[in-house]
């Protein structure tokens, strides 16, 4: 299958008056940079924290704002040319006053307009104060929004805001953004995991001999991250049990971390009754020590045979105990032949799906931000997947099991 698409993405990022406009910029660089087509909208009061020169720069395109809204210098209604153009909308920061609007279908300015004249799936990043994001009235508007299936919520974060409160209502992440954006941009808007509980394991585990030594793997989580984003942006509620990692569990996933394999089973066997879909990405140890120590083994008592023990087989135990209703995915690390291996694991373990992705590839499998596979089915279905991101492979996998 081939992941290019020689039709640029088309996006508008609509930008709230408050502090964290200025993370937007990075938001529109980025995504520039990933071939996305983007127009800008400024409000008044975002043109009191960043420019029209300065949006315009980094998307290579003309900064609208209210100011061009009211001149008579378009050959039609610049709301109605920009709703019909975009592909997805952003709004971030979203603020209060905005959300109000939005709730009772307002529109005075041009983003507000625009909201109106569009059809396509619209992205909202809240930022405010703590006390304005928890007031009775904002949360109000802000449910009321959320009944719209247009609109796509996330999260505000924990932290430390502009005010030098330290709470809830701080702005997602550019990073993260740029996910949902991505992912919205891939669906189209659907969420046909609404409803589902998906648990998904990430990472590499570790078999500690010492305090400092372990037997591991070079697994950085990344691919069960992506399934993670991918999951939660179709509407699943989703559970990720991830080994040690650099990255951060996104918002709206609840994480569990672990370290070894049996940590690693007892937290899938924890979630796993109650979930729809499993899928195994972590690439889980074979063996471990024999034997641990609690004090660091100096060098010159460490064995020359270190005597080890199999640790639990999770996806082995996951394939005897799920139910009719339930989905249990596998992936297969592999180098050479990737596919004869993937269906014996598939047929052996009794799984449903398997990815098959192959290591000795250059830009593939572990710790690369990319990935190429081919999905296998019970039924002998199968799907070729071209080098893409992890994120479109995650895409990709999800389309494929439904």
């Not at 290019?4 to 088309?10: E, I, L």
């Not at 550019?174 to 509980?197: A, C, F």
């Not at 037997?215 to 993670?228: C, D, E, R, S, V």
């Not at 918002?251 to 971390?257: E, M, S």
Request: proline share 5%.
């Amino acid at each position: 299958m081939s992941t290019s698409n020689s039709a640029r993405k088309k996006v508008i990022v609509a930008v709230g008056g408050g502090i964290a406009a200025y993370k937007i910029c990075q938001l529109i660089s980025t995504l520039f940079q990933s071939q996305v087509e983007l127009k800008v909208i400024l409000t008044n009061s975002a043109q009191k924290f960043i420019t029209p020169l300065t949006v315009s720069t980094l998307s290579r395109h003309q900064a609208y704002t209210d100011d061009d809204f009211w001149q008579p210098i378009y050959s039609r209604p610049l709301h109605i040319e920009l709703g019909e153009w975009a592909d997805i909308m952003v709004i971030a920061p979203l603020t209060a006053n905005t959300i109000a609007k939005l709730a009772y279908g307002i529109a005075d300015n041009l983003l507000t307009n625009t909201v109106l004249a569009s059809t396509c799936p619209i992205l909202l990043a809240p930022a405010m104060n703590t006390d304005m994001w928890e007031q009775i009235t904002v949360q109000r508007n802000w449910q009321q929004i959320l009944t719209n299936p247009r609109f796509y919520a996330m999260q505000t974060a924990q932290g430390l805001l502009a005010c030098d409160r330290t709470g809830a209502g701080r702005m997602a992440e550019p990073e993260e953004i740029e996910v949902w954006v991505k992912s919205l941009l891939h669906t189209q808007g659907k969420r046909d995991l609404r409803g589902k509980q998906v648990l998904i394991s990430a990472g590499g585990t570790r078999e500690y001999l010492d305090p400092v030594r372990f037997i591991g793997n070079p697994a950085t989580g990344k691919m069960g991250l992506a399934l993670a984003q991918a999951a939660l942006h179709r509407g699943a509620e989703v559970t990720l049990v991830h080994c040690p990692s650099s990255w951060s569990v996104p918002l709206g996933v609840k994480g569990i971390p672990v370290i070894s394999a049996a940590q690693m089973q007892e937290a899938m066997l924890e979630y796993f009754s109650s979930a729809n879909i499993i899928i195994m990405s972590a690439a889980v140890a074979d063996v471990k020590p024999g034997d641990y120590s609690a004090e660091k083994i100096p060098k010159s008592s460490l064995p020359e045979n270190l005597p080890l023990t199999p640790v639990p087989d999770i996806i082995a135990h996951l394939g005897k105990i799920k139910q009719p209703h339930q989905l249990l995915i596998g992936f297969a690390a592999q180098t050479g032949d990737i596919v004869t291996p993937a269906q014996e694991k598939l047929q052996r373990k009794n799984l449903d799906v398997i990815v098959a992705n192959p290591i000795d590839k250059s830009d593939s499998g572990f710790g690369s931000d990319n990935n190429q596979a081919v999905f296998l089915k019970t039924g002998g279905e199968r799907l070729d997947i071209s080098s893409c991101s992890k994120l479109q492979l995650a895409h990709y996998l999800f389309d494929f099991i439904f």
